[in-house]
């Protein structure tokens, strides 16, 4: 059973930064790609991160330049460096977990999630 608990949400004012973490448990999660969602009040979950078993990421095109995924395989944690935060970043932040080789920033890619972590940027 995977499980997945993220951290580092907060309050911050714009151009500020913060630093989420995705503690990761019950897996290989060498072999895992793994990801970032985010869901705003009234809108759709997106996608904003991923980074794959290989170490390869991609980027949503309104957080590129700004924020970084990372991931440490010794710890099974995952972070998302958030720099320069814009109100519009201003969400709840998910961290998510797939068994495939390859994701792309689709939620239907991956199959565990965890509660959800909230930013807000002002």
């Known amino acids: 059973h995977v499980q997945l608990v993220e951290s580092g949400g907060g309050s911050v004012q714009a151009g500020g930064s913060l630093r989420l973490s995705c503690v990761a448990s019950?897996?290989?999660?060498?072999?895992?790609?793994m990801g970032w969602f985010r869901q705003a009040p009234g809108k759709e979950r997106e996608g904003v991160a991923t980074?794959?078993?290989?170490?390869?990421?991609s980027y949503a095109d309104s957080v590129k330049g700004r924020f970084t995924i990372s991931k440490d395989n010794a710890k099974n944690i995952q972070y998302l460096q958030m720099n320069s935060l814009k109100p519009e970043d201003t969400a709840m932040y998910f961290c998510a977990a797939s068994h495939r080789v390859t994701v792309s920033l689709h939620a239907e890619h991956f199959e565990s999630w965890g509660q959800g972590t909230q930013v807000t940027v002002s």
């Open positions: 980074i794959d078993s290989d170490g390869s990421t």
């Open positions: 019950g897996y290989a999660y060498r072999s895992y790609c």
